[in-house]
């Protein structure tokens, strides 16, 4: 079965210190990946996608990703983070067959010190 | 309006209460979902429509019944439900333009407590 796992249920980092959120995917062949962002009270924003080609995909708010076969992972980074980058952090997979089918890890909430 | 839109935003009921939550995509979007969001767990899949036709049901129990007029509409009718169905309900649109470029556009959501 197709599993999507988020290690860390939670991160606090310094406002300004760089942040990086682990997603790691089960999946025989190279899925579709995708992070999304979630604010309190709302749904789910696209911060980056990955389909193809170059492993780094940037994305939204400073965002970047970058996707390593060889530990099926899709590891999210931000240089410096913001107060308002406070939020709940998703990545996704669908795998290549089947269009409609994402699956999502159980999300990474990150606290912002001041 | 624009995106996804959900409604209500929050519901309370009691269990042998019957409602529907509706969801508008005003992005032209052949395919609608319904995702069931609980708490420290994982997003579940719960409804797939493409052009209307239901093409994907996650074992939901049938107290959800799901129902897509047309490739804007989604409705969630819900009808003697347990409090263990509390959640956020996220409604999502998605578009297959080309092989592989499909992404999920999700609402706000509906929050819904049983009591």
């Excluded at chain 1, 999946?27 to 999304?36: H, K, R």
Aim: one cysteine or more; hydrophobic letters at 35%; a positive charge.
């Amino acid at each position: 079965a197709q599993s999507v796992t988020q290690p860390d249920i939670h991160i606090t980092v310094s406002e300004g210190a760089s942040l990086e959120l682990r997603c790691n995917y089960s999946y025989g062949a190279t899925p579709y990946l995708f992070w999304y962002v979630q604010s309190p009270g709302q749904g789910l924003q696209l911060l980056l996608k990955y389909f193809s080609g170059d492993t780094l995909v940037q994305g939204i708010k400073g965002f970047e990703a970058e996707f390593k076969r060889s530990q099926s992972s899709f590891n999210l980074r931000k240089p410096s983070v913001h107060w308002s980058d406070a939020a709940e952090y998703f990545c996704a997979v669908r795998p290549g067959r089947n269009f409609n089918k994402f699956y999502f890890g159980s999300g990474t909430k990150l606290n912002v010190k001041p | 309006e624009t995106g996804v839109t959900q409604t209500p935003r929050h519901l309370v009921m009691g269990m042998t209460n019957k409602k529907s939550l509706k969801c508008e995509q005003h992005l032209g979007h052949n395919a609608m979902y319904w995702y069931k969001q609980s708490a420290k767990k994982p997003l579940e899949l719960m409804f797939v429509y493409n052009f209307k036709e239901q093409t994907e049901n996650n074992s939901v129990p049938s107290r959800f019944s799901p129902e897509c007029p047309n490739s804007s509409h989604l409705f969630l009718h819900l009808h003697t439900l347990q409090p263990e169905d509390s959640a956020l309900y996220l409604c999502a649109s998605s578009q297959e333009l080309s092989p592989g470029a499909n992404v999920l556009t999700f609402g706000a959501g509906s929050r819904l407590t049983v009591l």
